[in-house]
C-alpha cells in the first residue's frame, strides 16, 4: 500500500511538472523565442533592403554615365541636344536600369518607395544634379 501512495506522489509530481513546463514553455519560451526570430527576420530584411537600395544607386550612376557617353555627348559636342533629346536620354538610363534590375530589387523598390519608374526617375534626376554640381565646381 505505501509503495502504491508513494507512486501516487510521484504521478502526482511529475504531472504537476509536466503541468509547470507547458506553461512555461507556453507563456515564456514560445513568446521569446517569436520576439527573437522575428527580430532576426526584420534586420535581415533591412539589411536586404539597404543592399538592394545600394545597389540600385550605383546601377543609376553606371547607366547615367553610359548615357551620357554613348549618347549625350556626341548630341551635345554637335549642337543637336535638344528637350526631346534630353527625354530620350532620361528614357534610354532609365530602360538600363530597369534592365539590370533583378527581381528581389524590383520588389523592394515597389515595397519602400512605390512606383519603381518614378522613384528610378528621382535617382537619376538627383545623379545628373549631382553631374551638374561637380562641373560648376
Known sequence: MQELFEALKVQELATALLSFLATYVTYVLLPMAKEAVSKYILERRVGIASTYLTALNDLVADAVGEVFQTYVRDLKETGKWTEDTQKIARQKALDQVREMMCEGMKDTVTTLRGD????????????????????LQ
Not at 116 to 135: F, N, P
Open 116 to 135: 519603381i519608374d518614378r522613384y528610378v526617375g528621382m535617382l537619376i534626376e538627383s545623379r545628373l544634379d549631382s553631374r551638374k554640381e561637380a562641373k
